[in-house]
């Protein structure tokens, strides 16, 4: 069985590495002058170890999303592990969270999707960004840019360049999940595979790792709902 796989070249990457994402993608990360028929033959040979990855309960099979929740009061909404309760607003502007509540426009109740979209990565920005900061200075490391990014099938990343990505939806995840994901994405700042010395600079750093980790689990696919 042939692996189909997508090449990601960067001049600043010394070394090949084979990611599987969460929906069974295979992406190679290959140095720019590494050729077609190397990275064939390296694929072939971890072709084992890949399909391991891919059978693994956390990986998934696109799908389309299960039909929403009607964007109407009494409704609820996920934030920072907790559900809050929907109240549509006539007065309202825009998304507003007060006193434990949404407070929507009522004219955006059809808009399911984009009336939360944006509220949600405004506060990504907010609350995930400052914690990429404190747990740099704690670990020592130092990042080129750390933004919030748009991407269902990985939490966040550490690119070549040394820049930190991070979902947007992890927003809606209690708040040692998010420091998880965070310190998951510094931690390749100073070991860039997942080795005991990776997991034990993480676990250095958080009390709850293992915790984070069955959350993720059992709940991500909870923060790819759309509403």
Known sequence: MDISYKIV????RKKLTITVERDR????????????????????????WIFAKMRHPQKYDERPHPPGKELVSGESM?????????????????????????FVPRKEAGERYSAFQDWYRHKAGKKILPRVEVF??????????AKITDNRYRWGSCTANDNVNLNWRLIKAPGYVIDYVV????AHL???????????IIKSQLAHVEQAKQWLKEHGGLLEQTL
Do not use: C
């Not at 070249?9 to 600043?12: E, L, P």
């Not at 310190?183 to 510094?186: I, M, R």
């Open 9 to 12: 070249r960067s001049a600043k």
């Open 25 to 48: 993608a295979v992406v190679v990360h290959a140095p720019e002058s590494t050729s077609e028929e190397k990275i064939q033959q390296i694929v072939a040979s971890k072709k084992a």
């Open 78 to 102: 996920l934030y920072m592990g907790r559900q809050y309760r929907i109240q549509l607003d006539d007065s309202a502007a825009e998304v507003q969270f007060i006193y434990n509540r949404f």
């Open 136 to 145: 740099a200075r704690k670990l020592g490391v130092k990042y080129h840019t």
């Open 183 to 186: 310190v998951h994405e510094l």
């Open 190 to 200: 100073i070991e860039p595979n997942h080795t005991s010395r990776f997991w034990n």
